[in-house]
């Protein structure tokens, strides 16, 4: 089918300019006193960040600019590039931060395959759901197989270890098969499975359980496992409702853990106030609807599914983020997108967005 082709979403583009720009300058004011540390160099990580935007910039346009039906034969080689890259991650092979094996070192660069996964399974899910659409009805031949896949890809995350990812990855695939007209029963049981997955994986895992207990009650554990919401939620405390102004932040002085990258929105909301916070909230708000607008206007089925899976996965993580920096979820290692440090993270994200931007120019709607 020959579509037509008209220009991209203008305010999904400009929205996601102003949130990468806005993501650039918190990430060198939240990081210059930790980079003048440990770098003698307080444009360490804002040089680094400059030049992931940059190149996930190129990524994005030039994404846009290929029409997406082509790229409907790369997601199953991309998907098993994923798999093979979350295997290797817990090898000797990973580097591993903390405790955690998240990262494949690539010449100078890090690269998270998580980010990876998450780009690999939307577009494996959109391909997959658009060529067995009428099977969606059928537990076994329409929703068990991607199930299956679900269980694999979020064991494998789940060895780094990474919770916060696989709830990400496990609820976007939960979004589209809803949206791919899954039954509402099977869904239930899928929604009740998944919580009880989460909750086994807190239970084995003596930190996740000491986590949800400090999530309860932070100001009773104020001295380990709550010390950094309890810090999270000074910083948004103190920036009032116009903020203590740009680079006056406190709590980056080595009070608040992760400041330029989980906990980016805590400095963010500490040194711009409720104003800035909430204008960034809107820019999310803002994302979403261009999203969602643009795959109800796709053009087919395999646009639609695809455009809804990038949506939610950015929505999702973003609202999982602000809610742990707001104490209102536990803590998880899930990134503010856009907004937080990280190159692999922005770089994917972008690549999403340029692929909304690539049916944006194809849409029934005009």
């Keep these: 089918m020959r579509l037509k082709k008209g220009p991209p979403d203008f305010v999904l583009f400009m929205t996601t300019l102003a949130l990468v720009g806005i993501g650039l300058v918190m990430v060198f004011s939240s990081s210059a006193v930790t980079a003048n540390v440990q770098y003698n160099d307080a444009y360490h990580f804002f040089k680094k960040q400059l030049l992931w935007a940059l190149v996930s910039i190129i990524a994005m346009i030039v994404v846009m600019k290929i029409n997406y039906a082509r790229l409907k034969d790369f997601a199953i080689p991309l998907m098993f590039i994923a798999v093979v890259c979350l295997i290797l991650v817990v090898t000797p092979l990973g580097t591993e931060v903390k405790g955690s094996s998240r990262w494949l070192m690539i010449g100078p660069f890090n690269l998270s395959p998580s980010e990876l996964a998450k780009l690999a399974v939307i577009m494996f899910m959109a391909r ?28 494998l995350v789940m060895a780094q270890p990474d919770l916060g990812t696989s709830c990400a990855i496990a609820g976007t695939v939960f979004f589209l098969l809803m949206v791919a007209g899954a039954r509402w029963s099977h869904l239930g049981m899928i929604a009740a499975a998944g919580v009880a997955a989460i909750g086994a994986a807190i239970v084995v895992a003596p930190y996740r359980m000491e986590r949800m207990i400090a999530f309860i009650n932070p100001w009773k554990y104020a001295g380990d496992e709550g010390f950094q919401i309890i810090q999270s939620l000074y910083a948004l405390g103190s920036g009032g409702l116009f903020g203590m102004g740009l680079g006056r932040s406190r709590q980056k002085f080595f009070y608040l853990p992760e400041q330029h990258t989980d906990f980016i929105f805590a400095i963010l909301g500490e040194e711009l106030g409720f104003i800035g916070a909430f204008v960034v909230l809107m820019l999310f708000v803002l994302f979403a609807w261009r999203g969602f607008k643009i795959a109800i206007n796709a053009p087919d089925s395999f646009g639609s599914i695809l455009a809804s899976g990038i949506t939610v ?44 931007l690539n049916i944006s120019r194809y849409s029934t709607y005009r």
């Design 128 to 155: 997959s759901l658009d060529n067995n659409i009428e099977k969606i009805k059928s537990f076994q031949q329409g929703v068990l197989p991607y199930l299956v896949i679900l269980a694999i890809i979020c064991a």
């Design 313 to 356: 996965m950015v929505i999702l993580q973003a609202s999982i983020n602000i809610g742990v920096v707001s104490g209102m979820l536990p803590v998880t290692g899930i990134t503010l997108p856009f907004i937080s440090y990280g190159g692999s993270s922005l770089l994917f994200t972008m690549t999403g967005v340029g692929l909304l």
